[in-house]
């Protein structure tokens, strides 16, 4: 025990504190990441309760005046009404499968007088901040479309209102002074039409994968028992350099003592 007494000293206390401080905040990190771990798995289980269900008209999911409750999100609806092309926009800075483009979103409108967001879909463009000159139309008159129904984005003000026929993310709320009528909750991600168009490509199917949260929890768990073990290390290092240091004093305490004994004359 006595050669661990330099642990008592001010510098490996504060050593031991630093160790144990970072040792807690890194467990708990990886707690935190296998806690979104089983959010995303439940999520994962939401999603394809959804999209194995049979459509159902959007009215019986989010009636007129509600707001979709993220439960609901991807559930397939199915909504009949005119496309209003004059307030389409675009969402730009979207990327599929590393490709630069844009998504399509045109209101359409129901004949009760409001109207739904209908993200048509995705085009590869320039990886530029200006809108498209010419898009692909949407068929004139009444169309049946059946898609996803999607949450409002939550990004802030800048990101969803429209400027110069653009938005950065889709919100029905950051839209609503865009167009006369009142807009839905939510959106639709269009998956099939009736009549059907070209030109644009559907959302594809949401990843159900369950992302990098079970290594990164395993990640910070091992930098947990890292920081302990390097503390070990350490430890063990200055304990066998003292040991080292002692053990030359001693030599060369008994070195000198042998030669006192040479020069010392005999009685």
């Not at 999520?43 to 989010?62: F, I, S």
Request: proline fraction near 6%; hydrophobic fraction near 40%; charge should be negative.
């Amino acid at each position: 025990m006595r050669e661990l007494r330099f642990l008592g000293s001010a510098r490996w206390v504060g050593f031991a504190v630093f160790v144990v401080a970072l040792s807690a905040v890194c467990i708990q990190l990886g707690i935190w990441q296998f806690h979104k771990l089983d959010d995303r798995q439940v999520r994962n289980e939401l999603v394809r309760e959804h999209l194995d269900t049979a459509p159902v008209p959007l009215d019986e999911v989010v009636p007129v005046g509600e707001d979709v409750e993220p439960g609901q999100e991807w559930t397939v609806v199915t909504v009949s009404g005119t496309y209003d092309v004059k307030r389409e926009v675009t969402v730009k800075f979207v990327n599929r499968d590393g490709r630069p483009g844009i998504d399509v979103l045109t209101p359409l409108v129901l004949d009760d007088g409001t109207a739904v967001l209908v993200d048509r879909g995705f085009v590869e463009t320039q990886r530029t901040n200006v809108r498209p000159d010419v898009l692909p139309e949407p068929p004139g008159g009444g169309v049946e479309v059946t898609g996803w129904l999607r949450v409002d984005s939550t990004a802030g003000s800048q990101a969803t209102h429209v400027d110069e026929g653009q938005v950065r993310a889709i919100s029905s709320r950051g839209l609503a002074d865009h167009v006369p009528y009142d807009l839905r909750s939510g959106y639709v991600n269009l998956q099939e039409q009736t009549p059907s168009s070209d030109g644009l490509e559907a959302e594809p199917r949401p990843d159900l994968g369950q992302g990098p949260h079970f290594f990164y929890g395993l990640q910070w768990w091992f930098f947990a028992a890292l920081a302990i073990v390097g503390y070990g290390w350490f430890a063990r290092a200055e304990r066998q350099e003292r040991r080292t240091t002692a053990a030359r004093a001693s030599r060369a305490a008994a070195a000198r003592t042998d030669a006192d004994r040479e020069v010392t004359p005999a009685r």
